[in-house]
């Protein structure tokens, strides 16, 4: 995939769960192995904007048309990691989002 950024998030203290912010344009890849997204939770809409979460083999797993805030529920099985798509045209116009996740293990791979 072109121009795709890492994030490395460790998990909450004797969890599984694990939790990005991700407000700029592009694609962001916020796991490199098999997870469950567990939320998508927009915190501001961005402008002219849409949001997509995606496997690492660039399955859709949840998306968003338009973006609007709210919470969104997903217990989505993610082979191969979790990328998060949010095209705009400047990181200013981006939609501001925070992801939860499971990974097996505490590692940060």
Request: net charge negative.
């Amino acid at each position: 995939m072109p121009d795709l950024t890492d994030l490395y998030a460790p998990p909450a203290p004797g969890s599984l769960m694990r939790s990005v912010q991700v407000m700029r344009a592009g694609l962001v890849r916020i796991a490199r192995r098999d997870a469950e997204v567990y939320s998508v939770q927009i915190i501001s809409a961005g402008s002219w904007t849409r949001a997509r979460v995606m496997n690492g083999n660039g399955r859709t797993l949840w998306e968003q048309p338009s973006t609007f805030t709210g919470s969104f529920w997903l217990g989505a099985a993610a082979e191969g990691g979790v990328i998060v798509e949010i095209p705009s045209s400047r990181d200013q116009e981006a939609a501001n989002l925070t992801i939860n996740w499971r990974e097996p293990d505490q590692e940060i791979v």
